[in-house]
């Protein structure tokens, strides 16, 4: 009977139910230990934190008089704490003012293999406050604390739980499979014996014997099987292998031709962004020269006028021919052509002021705080030589003080892309009192800016398109469809905001809402 109590089928289910409860008992325990010596190492951490801070004036104090007996007690108040092995104190100039190691000897352990070190050193800045002063630096604390007393407290319960762990399951084994044997081993013998007398050349009418005690289980259930297939006499050779390969290589090199014409799409992309925003400084620059020569040029020609007359005036002076209706009418005409020429010079500064304003943040990105309605009226004068001869009137709504820390050139390209879409698209030639209009709104977390024209609108079924990469109306006469896809991607991306294309209930021209996060340094 011994020799059949470790049959094959018994021993093997024997060692791998022992196994199991076994290993998994030993890692739950390690897992245990594990997280007891973790919780313990915090806890050690968190009353040093504790203890420091008490201390840390105190500390500090002593640093900064260089009163060694205060420094000498609270260093053996340190080292009293089990855990510290070494404790400091130190200047500025690295100049120990105390320090001591405890007594405790280090001891090695196993679970220094599973943590990093058994020894761990902490650093504290001091700084003391001399009466009716400022914090001044004056050295730190050192402290090295040694787990060897901790790992060896879980060492020597981590043994004895393997130790209890083996005798333990050394009993369960022999129960175990004694159990496996009664249960499982001799069942299965009996039923190999019944099976090895059936005849197979001739099987009919043969069946075999349910085992006492088994009639209603898996064994019961399996002689029924059996017992029906030696009735039936059928083959039961099936097939059931060539089913599975067959969807796989289409989809993988659809993948790989869309993941190709993305990256191309993304390259090229960048590429007309890239060339659209210089071909907008480009213009900015054509623009200002015809934009500054108008003010110029009335300058010039009030000096000129104002040279011709001061000439004539210096004659008759010299000839003393000069009378006093002349002088009066020189000073009145002098005074007309300088009020003239400071006019205009003054106009040509405020323009060459906010073209170079422009094109700088066009130029450069940049972060700086700026005034958000002082940009946007140096972004309409910079756009004045593309709506000049229009009947167009911008009404800007926002309040003066509202001042926000991001790149300006996000605005000026995002507010000039709405503006000059405005002008191509929205806006017939032959429409009277064109009108844009500018609404921001600030609370505490957002800004919102609502973009409004009374063009003619854009059709409902373009509202989803519009933001999309060359979507454009005008491709006969030369748009490219990035500028308001360059707006999408600046508010999305730059701002991190969103913007959308309503429907206006009082106007049926285009309208904008965007919305994004207030800026702050």
Do not use: W
């Amino acid at each position: 009977m011994f020799n059949k109590f470790f049959q094959k089928l018994t021993f093997k289910h024997t060692i791998i139910t022992i196994s199991v409860i076994f290993m998994t008992g030993a890692v739950l325990s390690s897992f245990q230990i594990f997280y007891d010596i973790s919780l313990t190492r915090k806890k050690i951490t968190s009353d040093i934190n504790r203890l420091v801070t008490i201390t840390k004036e105190s500390a500090a104090q002593s640093l900064y008089h260089l009163d060694k007996v205060q420094a000498e007690k609270l260093i053996k108040g340190f080292i009293k704490f089990p855990p510290i092995r070494n404790a400091s104190l130190t200047d500025n100039f690295g100049i120990t003012l105390y320090t001591e190691t405890s007594e405790n000897k280090s001891k090695s352990s196993v679970f220094n293999l599973f943590f990093n070190n058994q020894t761990e050193n902490y650093n504290f800045d001091l700084s003391y406050i001399p009466d009716n002063s400022y914090p001044v630096s004056v050295g730190r604390l050192e402290i090295q604390t040694d787990y060897s007393a901790v790992y060896g407290e879980f060492e020597t319960r981590a043994k004895f739980i393997a130790i209890s762990n083996i005798v333990q399951h050394i009993f369960l084994a022999i129960l175990i499979a004694f159990i496996f044997y009664r249960s499982l081993t001799k069942p299965i013998l009996k039923l190999s014996e019944n099976i090895s007398k059936v005849n197979p050349t001739s099987p009919e009418g043969h069946s075999l014997e349910l085992p006492k005690g088994h009639e209603n289980d898996e064994m019961g259930n399996l002689v029924a099987v059996i017992n029906m297939i030696l009735s039936e006499y059928s083959d039961l050779n099936s097939q059931l292998e060539k089913r599975v390969m067959d969807r796989t290589y289409d989809l993988q090199n659809a993948n790989d031709r869309l993941t190709e014409s993305l990256s191309q799409l993304e390259n090229a992309k960048d590429k007309l962004v890239e060339s659209e925003k210089m071909a907008s400084l480009g213009s900015l620059v054509a623009g200002v020269s015809h934009e500054i020569n108008t003010p110029v040029g009335n300058s010039v020609t009030a000096a000129s006028y104002l040279f011709g007359k001061l000439q004539t005036l210096k004659k008759k002076i010299l000839l003393g021919q000069i009378t006093g209706d002349e002088i009066d009418s020189f000073i009145s005409n002098a005074d007309e052509a300088v009020d003239i020429i400071l006019k205009n010079l003054e106009r040509a500064s405020k323009l060459v002021s906010s073209f170079k304003q422009i094109a700088v943040d066009q130029s450069y990105s940049s972060m700086r705080i700026f005034e958000l309605k002082k940009h946007i009226d140096d972004t309409l004068i910079s756009l004045k030589p593309k709506f000049k001869g229009l009947d167009l009137k911008i009404h800007i709504s926002c309040r003066k003080d509202l001042f926000i820390f991001h790149d300006p050139g996000i605005f000026y390209q995002i507010f000039s892309n709405l503006i000059i879409n405005s002008i191509v698209h929205g806006f017939e030639p032959a429409q009277p009192q064109k009108e844009i209009t500018i609404d921001i709104k600030t609370d505490d977390q957002d800004i919102s800016i609502y973009y409004m024209d009374n063009g003619k609108g854009i059709d409902e079924n373009y509202h989803k398109k519009i933001f999309e990469p060359f979507f454009t109306t005008t491709k006969k006469n030369g748009g490219s469809g990035l500028g308001m896809y360059i707006v999408y991607n600046l508010v999305t991306q730059k701002l991190s905001g969103s913007i959308e294309s309503l429907t206006h209930e009082k106007s049926k021209g285009a309208c904008f809402f965007i919305t994004f996060p207030f800026p702050k340094e």
